[in-house]
């Protein structure tokens, strides 16, 4: 028998502490690829127009999702792929969460406000439709869709003038977009003054062969870039 060397020194074995926070850093990091390769898929699907494709794996993004504020951006964006594979319940449901969480960002609480008042106008709910799109207004006023939703709202509840305003405000925001003209031009007799206030622009984009534009988007779905989910609706 002879003394070990240092280089001989058997190294001692790690503590519980050392393994529990290997482990732990092992589970991070395939928590990040796990989360990185859903939102790969998630795009894959959207951008080769297969929305509810993208759904279960937007889903389990939500499912491991511990930030209101990103819980509330996953809601949306589930709401927007829903309305894009024409399943406005089950997207006003999304949309409808994401609002009980009361968190995302400015742009995020926009569109879940606008998005559900657009999907309660398309089914005749228009009373319920108008404080959603009031509080859209609220969060950002230059925006022009919620405008124009709060239109169809009001239309909807026989305020004909009051929709008249909704429709004008929206074509000042956004004139090269004729949707709220079409929604104005049966409302109009009701509020004059208001067609009156109509800006060249905007009537100029009234005329047959002008082109429309279309909504531009705030906040884009997780890795979906060019996403037509991703679109304010209405």
Same mark, same amino acid.
């Given at each position: 028998?002879?003394?070990?060397?240092?280089?001989? #020194?058997?190294?001692?074995?790690? #503590?519980?502490?050392?393994?529990?926070?290997?482990?732990?850093?092992?589970?991070?990091?395939?928590?990040?690829?796990?989360?990185?390769?859903?939102?790969?898929? /998630?795009?894959?699907? /959207?951008?080769?127009?297969?929305?509810?494709? !993208? /759904?279960?794996?937007?889903?389990?993004?939500?499912?491991?999702?511990?930030?209101?504020?990103?819980?509330?951006?996953?809601?949306?964006?589930?709401?927007?792929?829903?309305?894009?594979?024409?399943?406005?319940?089950?997207?006003?449901?999304?949309? #409808?969460?994401?609002?009980?969480?009361?968190?995302?960002?400015?742009? #995020?609480?926009?569109?879940?406000?606008?998005?559900?008042?657009?999907?309660?106008?398309?089914?005749?709910?228009?009373?319920? !439709?108008?404080?959603?799109?009031?509080?859209?207004?609220?969060?950002?006023?230059?925006?022009?869709?919620?405008?124009?939703?709060?239109?169809?709202?009001?239309?909807?509840?026989?305020?004909?003038?009051?929709?008249?305003?909704?429709?004008?405000?929206?074509?000042?925001?956004?004139?090269?977009?004729?949707?709220?003209?079409?929604?104005?031009?049966?409302?109009?007799?009701?509020?004059?003054?208001?067609?009156?206030?109509?800006? /060249? !622009?905007?009537?100029?984009?009234?005329?047959?062969?002008?082109?429309?534009?279309?909504?531009?988007?705030?906040?884009?779905?997780?890795?979906?870039?060019?996403?037509?989910?991703?679109?304010?609706?209405?």
């Amino acid at each position: 028998d002879h003394a070990l060397t240092p280089d001989e #020194t058997e190294t001692p074995p790690p #503590t519980m502490e050392q393994r529990l926070a290997g482990l732990k850093r092992l589970l991070a990091e395939t928590e990040r690829d796990r989360e990185r390769l859903l939102r790969a898929l /998630v795009s894959l699907h /959207v951008r080769t127009d297969r929305p509810t494709d !993208a /759904v279960p794996y937007l889903r389990r993004l939500l499912a491991t999702t511990e930030e209101s504020e990103e819980q509330a951006a996953h809601l949306l964006t589930l709401g927007q792929l829903m309305e894009q594979g024409g399943d406005l319940p089950a997207a006003a449901d999304f949309y #409808t969460r994401g609002l009980a969480l009361a968190a995302g960002a400015e742009g #995020t609480r926009y569109l879940l406000h606008n998005n559900l008042g657009y999907c309660l106008n398309q089914h005749g709910r228009f009373a319920e !439709a108008e404080p959603l799109c009031r509080a859209a207004i609220a969060i950002d006023r230059e925006r022009y869709n919620a405008h124009k939703n709060l239109g169809v709202a009001l239309e909807g509840q026989g305020r004909y003038a009051e929709a008249a305003e909704c429709y004008v405000a929206s074509t000042r925001r956004n004139p090269a977009d004729p949707r709220a003209l079409r929604h104005l031009a049966p409302v109009a007799q009701g509020s004059g003054a208001a067609l009156q206030e109509m800006p /060249v !622009a905007a009537l100029q984009a009234w005329l047959p062969g002008s082109s429309g534009g279309q909504d531009r988007p705030r906040r884009r779905p997780p890795g979906a870039q060019g996403s037509r989910g991703s679109r304010s609706r209405g």
